[in-house]
């Protein structure tokens, strides 16, 4: 629907060793029946939502500015490589000026109607130090809009991966703990019990999306761990789609039924029959009391 | 770009230089030149805004960023630079409306050099820029800086010398490049003249054996068009190798030639390079008969990097002058162009306006502007404001050159008039005009007052950016009016020499604070300040002209002296307070300014929970920093921002900052204006006055720039020039001033940070920033002190320009005075209002008088038997009721009327008899109004609301001699209930003659209280004759008006009647006089006019203004409701005429509607049409209503439509 289904071409262009791995992965998902599979990309302006989103195609497939905003609807690119199709959506950034762009999110919800979200990838910088209210504005309005259950096909992705934390700290430190203080944002915005919380067990995955990221020896891209992000990311990818967790379907009813102003409409006939009825009341009511009392004055 | 912003960006598909030397890795710099929009055209306001950057980049670090990000990636060289332009579209609404115009406004210099990435859909044109001025340069080791400075000056001399002697104009501009240690280095020079360009190109790229230079020699014309089209420069440095070096020299020659027709073509270029020897040369001679440039441009460059700098300034004054003037990069020199379009549309007249620098370096200067609308050359007010000035010149081709060689075509005149304005001693200025030929789409048109750019990268020292700054808190804003004064107090001169030891003492303590930041004065940011403080200096004496010169020689020796000496410490200090977002890096920031952790930080939790401050010696200098807590960017933190800065501000009342330092992240891309509301709540808190002293830091200033559009990289420079962009514009949103232009400092706190040998951090660009931003402190504080000094002068008593004097509202007051006001009346008379102005009607009247009591007798119908009757019936019976009503209200009217003559003339005679009688008979009349009442409802504005809130508006008419009432603000904030304040009003009657009115008003909404207060009395004298004498009392805008009044009445006649007033007003530290005349003249009974014309004065500043009102009514007026009223007004002030009018119409329709119409139209084109009807009876209108409620009802049935794919 929507956008074209095209010839993955830029799968040509990862390095071979990448190329193999995430063959391997498809092939997995291959095994589970899953023909399909469709990613959502949310996250505030800025994160580098769609340059994940090209660096996972492997083409400049979003565009990308570094001072605009460059989408202001949602995108859904698709492509397919051996008869495995993967959509990706990027969306725009959920935050306008200090605000949780609700009016975003709900461009997206109409977007997705009738799409089956597999996988959401949730995008923050690790290079940011603070987590604050916003960021927990941006859990929740997620979570109102598809439900808490979103969470469990979530995977939270840390942009910006190649830096070297502030003084003293090492890198896995740092990254586990701004890792932690998301996760516990997101644990605190979702409203999710805790057992709840630690059974969806989201993952997180680092990426680094700029052109200067540097190679490992197979001409990956890696993190200053060594590790190749795209697989990883892949992978991840492919495990949260084939947890045993129901995959998120967006149906009309999810994208009405939030409309708050429809909640309990049905309650409306009884309410006028009940205001109706007690207008009666009063109105006996005083007449009885002019009756009673003789002639008003 | 999208919307407001347009940007050009240059992309360079140029094949040349694609073949030849641009290889991946190179950086792109782009500066952006932004353009404002002056907003006022009436005002001569010349903002400035310049921006200078300015790349130092050491040798000794040519591998700077690999270590850091071991990538090879990394843009070796930054040299390249391409300027891009970039307009606000949304400033220059007024002004153009073609894109294309606009970016020809401001002659945005552009050299780029090599473009690894074509930016923007490809596009293989670029709109380009015309140049203004580039100057390219880097700093030359501490060494042979002496020398450079003298000959520049030498070179300053010598124009100026040429301008002022030549009126024809000729000017010599002689740049001079003094390079000693030069690993490479790559000058541009470009004059501006308005509609020409010249832009030179070198471009060297040292290699192991030598440079490579395609265009050694001569260049011929033709070919100089194609090597200019990109003007790149371009500049690799070979790590490992020996320096190169480099020199360049650059003259530009450039003869006005007089005379129309004529032109003069003489392009030489001539470039010489011998990089063996370490020298190159490019000489450019520009010879064109209309313009005049001058240019020098400089270069020098040490590192690999060189430092490019532009300034533009755009000078927008009301279209008179404007004088744009371009910098280059040699210090001393600013030339400015302006132009002016003559009566036709492409005859473009120029004024370059040059400037002395005071300070001799060979940094690019800021630019300034000044316009001089009271020379005489400037008259015409053709212009818009904003146009460009440099035209389209380079604009809209892809060989920018090729239009040079037009322009320098083009026929040329000068105009001699012009040189001989007053200004030339101080500026020497040349105007010539220059028109363009038809190719060329827009003839320049003035180049708004604001040039405005960022400066390249890095750089950021933008020194020129504090010009605006400057001349708002000089108060001079309007240099017009700053030098209007001094003309006028040229005797004044001797009492200069004070203020110029002091400031002398300034200079001296500012090249000390350099000195021991280790900047020399070539500093960009040192020169700046130089140069304003020479400035200054100029414009306080005129005798002063010369001085700059003089006195940086002075003033850097005695520094010199006093530093070696060592002792005399240093009376300086600054206090810096640092604002900025939670995790940003306030306290790790504050750490490095002072080397050593003072503050502890944390990267997960909010480090710094409250206000502090540390003190310590930086280099020896006492700096003070106050740490702020973190602020939060949504929305809904705002409130606990508040706090935050509440706290801040408690703090900070003892002991006020010097310096704000806003730190954000280089890094974070904060776009969506996601900073809006932090930064409109710290303009709240603060107000917006807090960002004129603001600097901004860019954080994590170490970081990799993002990738560009298509994944390529994108250069440092460029990544940082585009984010201070956002973040200099968001500053000026919040603070509602568009001229700000906060400076730029980057910032970077990690310990894995490359130093240099000294230990100091260095940035990616080559710069140091610790220096770097504590001298832009210091600098803000330096110049705030001069401008103390300058200000205490300003406002020596009997000068007529004292600081922020305003000059008073005429318009308003004259609009107020020509108000016709009732004059107050003795109790008795309080209704006979109407009836002066009736008396003509009497006698018509008398006729129908008993028309009512002819009419047959009628029964009324109860509301049953209406019922039953047919509908024909019906309208008769309201008809018939109707016509009735009227005759009686008609008659009552009357009745009423015959009364009050009586009571008249009874109280006439009574005055004859003795006192005690007529007391008895107030008495009397006065007793039955003891029981107060309720006074009729309000009448409130029709509305939407479901409740009708009349009664809460309701009062009692009590016996009180005072009224007093509440004030009903209808349009009121809030709307529900529109109490807004209270009014009280009373009449006194002194010697039973003398009415005296008081009534005053206090009313106060959320933002600000009103007090009005108003007095008057009449007296009536002679027949007919009365005078009033009045005193009001108001506020007008933050200031109480006192005006005195009086006016005299005749009414000798009886269908005219004509009323002259004076008035005078004392408001804030003026005094306004006024006098009107007004004739009222009543033609018949249902039409009359009003007119009434007047003058207003204050400190020789005139408005005259004048009404007209004509009424049209029904016949019988009040009864009947037509009613129609034309009102015209006009005032002229400042030559900028007024003209409004409205026109209003009542028109009954049928019984119960009402047709209101309602018209306005101004002579700007501003106008107002409303229709309104009123009815009590189509109550099928109301069924309106439902349609939406279908509409809904509807959506259930057909849900599905909505989300159609």
Known sequence: MGSLVREWVGFQQFPAATQEKLIEFFGKLKQKDMNSMTVLVLGKGGVGKSSTVNSLIGEQVVRVSPFQAEGLRPVMVSRTMGGFTINIIDTPGLVEAGYVNHQALELIKGFLVNRTIDVLLYVDRLDVYRVDELDKQVVIAITQTFGKEIWCKTLLVLTHAQFSPPDELSYETFSSKRSDSLLKTIRAGSKMRKQEFEDSAIAVVYAENSGRCSKNDKDEKALPNGEAWIPNLVKAITDVATNQRKAIHVDKKMVDGSYSDDKGKKLIPLIIGAQYLIVKMIQGAIRNDIKTSGKPL | ?1205
């Open chain 2, 1 to 1205: 770009g999208d919307g407001t912003e347009f940007v050009v960006r240059s992309d360079r598909e140029d094949k040349k230089l694609a073949e030849d030397r641009i290889s991946d890795e190179q950086v792109v710099k782009n500066e952006l030149v932004r353009s404002d929009e002056v907003r006022d055209d009436n005002e001569d306001e010349v903002f400035e805004e310049a921006i200078g950057s300015e790349n130092d980049e050491q040798e000794e670090e040519e591998d700077p960023k690999r270590e850091l990000f071991e990538s090879d990636d990394l843009p070796l060289v930054e040299t390249l630079k391409s300027s891009m332009v970039e307009h606000e579209v949304e400033d220059f609404e007024e002004a153009v409306g073609d894109l294309d115009e606009t970016s020809s406004n401001e002659g945005g210099v552009k050299d780029f050099t090599a473009v690894g990435e074509s930016h923007g859909a490809g596009e293989a044109e670029f709109d380009v820029l015309a140049t203004k001025m580039n100057g390219d340069k880097g700093e030359g080791g501490g060494g042979g800086s002496y020398d450079k400075v003298e000959s520049s000056l030498d070179v300053v001399d010598t124009t100026e010398n040429a301008t002022s002697t030549n009126t024809n104009g000729s000017n010599l501009a002689a740049e001079h490049v003094g390079i000693e240690n030069g690993k490479t280095h790559s000058f541009l020079g470009n004059g501006i003249a308005s509609p020409k360009n010249k832009e030179v190109v070198a471009e060297v790229i040292p290699k192991d054996d030598g440079i490579e230079e395609p265009w050694n020699d001569g260049i011929e014309v033709d070919n100089w068009e194609e090597r200019v089209d990109g003007i790149q420069t371009e500049q690799e440095v070979e790590e490992g190798e020996g320096t190169t070096e480099n020199q360049f020299e650059k003259r530009t020659e450039e003869e006005v030639v007089e005379g129309e027709g004529t032109s003069k073509n003489l392009f030489e270029k001539q470039t010489e390079q011998d990089v063996v020897e370490g020298e190159g040369t490019s000489k450019d001679l520009f010879e064109n008969g209309s313009v005049c440039m001058d240019s020098e441009s400089e270069a020098e460059r040490n590192g690999e990097t060189g430092a490019a700098y532009t300034s533009n300034i755009v000078t927008n004054a009301s279209g008179d002058n404007e004088v744009s003037s371009a910098v280059t990069s040699s210090p001393l020199e600013e030339s400015s162009s302006g132009e002016k379009g003559e009566t036709e549309g492409d005859s473009t007249c120029l004024k370059p306006e040059q400037h002395l620098a005071s300070s001799p370096h060979s940094y690019p200067e800021s630019t300034e502007v000044h316009s001089n609308s009271g020379s005489p050359g400037v008259t015409s007010r053709e212009h818009k404001p904003v146009q460009s000035a440099n035209g389209g010149h380079d604009v809209q081709s892809p060989q920018p050159n090729k239009e040079l060689e037009k322009q320098q075509s083009s026929r040329v005149h000068v105009d001699p008039e012009i040189t001989e304005n007053s200004h030339v001693e101080t500026e020497p200025e040349v105007v010539s005009s220059v028109s363009p030929t038809e190719s060329r789409s827009n003839p320049a048109a003035l180049p708004p007052a604001r040039p405005a750019g960022l400066g390249r990268a890095s750089p950021l020292l933008e020194p020129a950016s504090r010009a605006p700054q400057q001349s708002r808190v000089n108060g001079n804003g309007s240099h017009n009016q700053f030098q209007q004064a001094e003309d006028s107090t040229t005797t004044e001169a001797d009492e200069h020499d004070e203020t110029r030891e002091k400031l002398q003492l300034i200079r001296v303590k500012f090249l000390r604070l350099a000195h021991r930041l280790g900047q020399t004065p070539h500093n960009v940011v040192v020169a700046q300040v130089l140069y304003r403080l020479g400035l200054a200096e100029q414009l306080r004496g005129r005798n002063g002209s010369r001085v700059g010169a003089f006195s940086f020689d002075r003033a850097s020796a005695m520094a010199e002296q006093l530093e070696a000496a060592g002792q005399d410490p240093l009376d300086f200090s600054c206090t810096i307070m640092v604002l900025g977002k939670s995790g940003v890096g306030k306290s790790a920031t504050i750490n490095s300014i002072f080397d050593e952790v003072k503050f502890c930080t944390d990267a997960f939790q909010m480090g710094t929970k409250r206000v502090q401050d540390v003190e310590g010696l930086v280099q020896g200098i006492k700096v003070r920093v106050i740490d702020t807590p973190g602020l939060l960017p949504s929305w809904s933190d705002q409130a606990k921002n508040e706090k935050i800065l509440n706290s801040v501000k408690a703090f900070i009342k003892k002991n006020p900052p010097d310096i704000v330092l806003y730190l954000d992240r280089l890094d974070m891309q904060s776009r969506d204006s996601g900073d809006m509301p932090l930064l409109r709540t710290i303009s709240d808190v603060f107000g917006p006055s807090i960002w004129f002293n603001a600097i901004v830091g860019l954080t994590h200033a170490a970081s990799v720039p993002p990738d560009g559009p298509n994944g390529t990289a994108s250069s440092y420079d460029m990544f940082v020039t585009q984010r201070s962009h956002v973040i200099q514009q968001a500053i000026r949103q919040a603070a509602g001033d568009m001229r700000l232009m906060n400076p730029v400092s980057l910032v970077e706190n990690h310990s894995a940070c490359r130093t240099n040998r000294a230990g100091q951090r260095v940035l990616p660009n080559g710069q140091v920033w610790k220096p770097h931003l504590l001298l832009l402190s210091f600098a803000s504080k330096i110049l705030a002190e001069a401008n103390a000094l300058l200000k205490l002068q300003d406002n020596i008593p009997g000068r007529p320009f004292a600081a922020r004097s305003k000059a008073p509202p005429l318009p308003f007051l004259l609009s107020s005075l020509l108000q016709s006001r009732p004059q107050p009346k003795l109790p008795e008379q309080q209704y006979g209002d109407e009836e002066d102005e009736d008396d003509l009607e009497e006698s018509s009247d008398s006729d129908e008088e008993s028309e009512y009591d002819q009419l047959p007798p009628f029964k009324s119908l109860t509301k049953a038997q209406m019922a039953t009757l047919s509908k024909s019936q019906k309208k008769q019976y309201l008809d018939e009721m109707e016509y009735r009503e009227k005759l009686l209200m008609k008659k009552q009217m009357k009745e009423e009327r015959k009364r009050r003559k009586m009571f008249k003339k009874f109280a006439a005679e009574i005055k004859d008899l003795p006192d005690g009688y007529s007391e008895n008979v107030e008495e009397e009349s006065g007793g039955p109004a003891s029981v107060p009442v309720p006074m009729p409802d309000l009448s409130l504005p029709a509305s939407f609301d479901s409740d009708n809130p009349t009664h809460r508006y309701r009062y009692l008419d009590s016996s009180n001699q005072w009224l007093v009432r509440p004030v009903l603000e209808t349009h009121g904030w809030d709307h529900d209930i529109g109490y807004e304040g209270v009014n009280a009003e009373r009449l006194f009657v002194v010697k039973e003659k003398i009415p005296i009115s008081v009534s005053g008003q206090v009313t106060k909404d959320k933002k600000d209280a009103n007090v009005q207060l108003e007095m008057a009395s009449s007296v009536k004298h002679g027949e007919g004759k009365s005078t009033s004498l009045g005193f009001d009392m108001q506020t007008v805008g933050k200031e109480l008006a006192y005006t005195l009044r009086s006016e005299t009445r005749f009414n000798n006649f009886r269908r005219n009647k004509a009323a002259a007033g004076l008035s005078v007003t004392h408001l804030g530290d003026s005094v306004s006089a006024g006098l009107k005349v007004e004739d009222k003249f009543i033609a018949s009974k249902w039409f009359r006019i009003v007119m009434s014309g007047g003058a207003m004065t204050s400190r020789g500043d005139f408005a005259y203004g004048g009404t007209l009102e004509a009424q049209l009514r029904d016949k019988d007026y009040p009864l009947g409701r037509f009613l129609t009223t034309l009102g015209l007004s006009v005032m002229d002030w400042h030559g900028d005429l007024a003209i409004g009018g409205n026109i209003q119409s009542q028109v009954p329709i049928g019984r119960s509607s009402n047709l209101i119409a309602r018209a306005n139209l101004n002579n700007r084109g501003a106008g107002q049409v409303s229709v309104r009807v009123n009815s009590s009876e189509q109550l099928q209108l109301a069924m309106v209503a439902i349609v939406p409620l279908f509409k809904k009802l509807l959506s259930y049935y057909y849900p599905q439509t909505q989300y159609g794919q």
